[in-house]
């Protein structure tokens, strides 16, 4: 009977429910320019300046990444202005327990050199209340990249993330630990770039008095903001927010995994009869 229980222990495994993300967005929004103040208001996406669009292109992809073969959002600023464009939705942190953790991932690629002081930014918003806003970012420049926890009235903490190359594509992760109390320094945010999704390792780096999700701020997630200033091209996609991994890291197809299990069964057949 012991010998059975491996095979058992990991087929229950590979079946197990899979949580649902509590946000995603690949962009597949189909074969048109689209407006997202306009076009897709009904998606809960606004224009904070009415100049951003969705512009077909081939989405970003990443090793590990289970990435989709539709477009991503691609935008471009043709003067030294901050642009940018949100998508509302509605979360609530202090409903979690103390210790949650969360995952957020993104792609993200600058295609075009910048001005002096150019950067792109994906951010994740809980609004605490005008004008008072705490956020988790990925920046990027066409130099390098960083992961940022900042609060309003705070000083801003950054993880570097290192030099960037024009064009590439980085992945971005950051792992939340949600806080205790009122106390900022109780909520922990990691950072990985380009990690081995299979195999994360240590992160590149920690921020430890963010005030992103802990009780009595940021009661509620807002918004998912992209952004950017001072010219350039720059696309993102594929943006995950999480409490389960696996929705990240790439698992086995269904078919993939019927097949295995199909073998584990055969396998506890076989013990069984030799036993």
Do not use: C
Not at 58 to 78: E, K, R
């Amino acid at each position: 009977m012991k010998k059975l229980l491996l095979p058992i222990l990991v087929l229950g495994a590979m079946v197990a429910v899979q949580a649902e993300p509590i946000y995603t967005q690949s962009f597949d929004y189909g074969s048109s320019t689209l407006d997202f103040g306009d076009d897709l208001s009904g998606s809960g996406w606004s224009d904070n300046t009415g100049v951003i669009d969705y512009v077909p292109t081939a989405g970003l992809t990443y090793p590990g990444f289970n990435s989709s073969v539709g477009g991503a959002l691609v935008y471009n600023f043709p003067s030294a202005a901050l642009r940018s464009a949100a998508q509302d939705i509605s979360y609530d942190f202090e409903a979690d327990p103390d210790g949650q953790v969360y995952w957020l991932f993104a792609l993200g690629a600058v295609n075009t050199a910048l001005t002096t002081g150019g950067f792109t930014e994906m951010n994740l918003d809980g609004l605490v209340g005008s004008p008072d806003v705490n956020s988790i970012k990925f920046v990027m420049t066409d130099t390098g990249f960083y992961g940022e926890a900042f609060s309003t009235g705070s000083a801003v903490t950054q993880v570097n993330g290192g030099t960037y190359t024009l064009g590439e594509t980085i992945g971005f992760l950051a792992k939340v630990t949600k806080g205790t109390g009122a106390s900022p320094e109780n909520t922990v945010v990691d950072f990985w770039f380009n990690p081995d999704l299979a195999n994360l390792g240590v992160a590149n780096g920690s921020i430890t008095d963010s005030k992103f999700a802990r009780d009595g701020s940021a009661a509620a997630l807002d918004q998912v903001k992209f952004g950017g200033d001072t010219g350039g091209s720059y696309t993102w996609d594929e943006v995950r927010f999480t409490t389960d991994f696996n929705n990240i890291h790439v698992i086995p197809e269904p078919s993939s995994l019927l097949l295995t299990a199909m073998g584990l069964l055969v396998g506890i057949t076989v013990m069984r009869r030799r036993n």
